[in-house]
């Protein structure tokens, strides 16, 4: 028997304007995707946005429905619209908002497991990392260097 230890190293910023201007814009684009959710029983809009390295950008929002389960996550949505991106481009950025944080018990909105484990494959699959970049209250910004740190001991499928 031994104990193990996990840490992972995030970053706080106090505002978006301390970002690189890539990811300001991503902040943006993922605000107005805001417009774009479904949102009539949580009532708690959530934007994405993510960019490659070629400088391709998608957005998702939420998509909320009747039968409660269906509910798509904002996340989802943006890697559903990143098939588009051309085999040898990679996802190097993604940045998540929420339009109504107050009503969080936590400080900064987070990504749902099943988000997180469709992260992390994007990740795996495309042999790159993808720098995450989330929304809190007070206009701070947490940032992870790659997806796959927020999901330790996830589960990968050898293909
Ligand atoms: N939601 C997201 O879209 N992304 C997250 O990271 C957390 C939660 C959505 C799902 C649902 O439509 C609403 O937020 C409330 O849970």
Redesign the pocket.
Known sequence: MSFQKLSIDYRIFTSIYQLPSEVQSLFQQATQSLQK?Y?P??G???G?ATSSKSGKIFTG????NGAYPM???????ALSNAIHLEREDVLQYFV?V?GALEKMETEF????GA?RQVLSETEYRQQHPIRLYILGKKEKVLEFKNCNDLLPFGFVYKT
């Open positions: 959710s949102a029983y949580s708690f809009t959530v994405a929002a939420n998509q909320e509910c798509l996550c904002a996340e989802r949505v998540i929420g909105l987070s990504p749902c988000c």
